[in-house]
């Protein structure tokens, strides 16, 4: 019924930078906030990010003046710009959506991408 898709993730050593997307497809009617949360291994899954429709948005301490939360409301699209990257940043992000769609009724959900394995070497 709706999909979110990420990208963006890899390899990459501390200092650089990676950009995340996270496209949602399906029967939608429109989003309300979207987010990036992360786990790492051994870690409880944790908000990274989260940007409202209007554009509001809030940052975890720990990536506060390094990451930066968009989105493109026409494409359904929303990215994590992610700089200064260090070590303890490694984790699998993934991309959650709260949806409202209005087929077969109307509802809203809260949907979650498969996650991407971003990992930084010191």
């Known amino acids: 019924q709706v999909q979110l898709v990420e990208s963006g993730g890899g390899l990459v050593q501390a200092g650089g930078s990676l950009r995340l997307s996270c496209a949602a497809s399906g029967s939608i009617f429109s989003i309300n906030a979207m987010g990036w949360y992360r786990q790492a291994p051994g870690k409880q899954r944790e908000l990274v990010a989260a940007?409202?429709?209007?554009?509001?948005?809030n940052y975890a301490d720990s990536v506060k003046g390094r990451f930066t939360i968009s989105r493109d409301n026409a494409k359904n699209t929303v990215y994590l710009q992610m700089n200064s990257l260090k070590p303890e940043d490694t984790a699998v992000y993934y991309c959650?959506?709260?949806?409202?769609?209005?087929?077969?009724?109307?509802?809203?959900?809260?949907?979650w991408g498969q996650g991407t394995q971003v990992t930084v070497s010191s």
């Open positions: 940007i409202t429709s209007g554009g509001s948005t």
């Open positions: 959650n959506a709260a949806v409202v769609t209005t087929t077969p009724l109307i509802r809203s959900g809260d949907y």
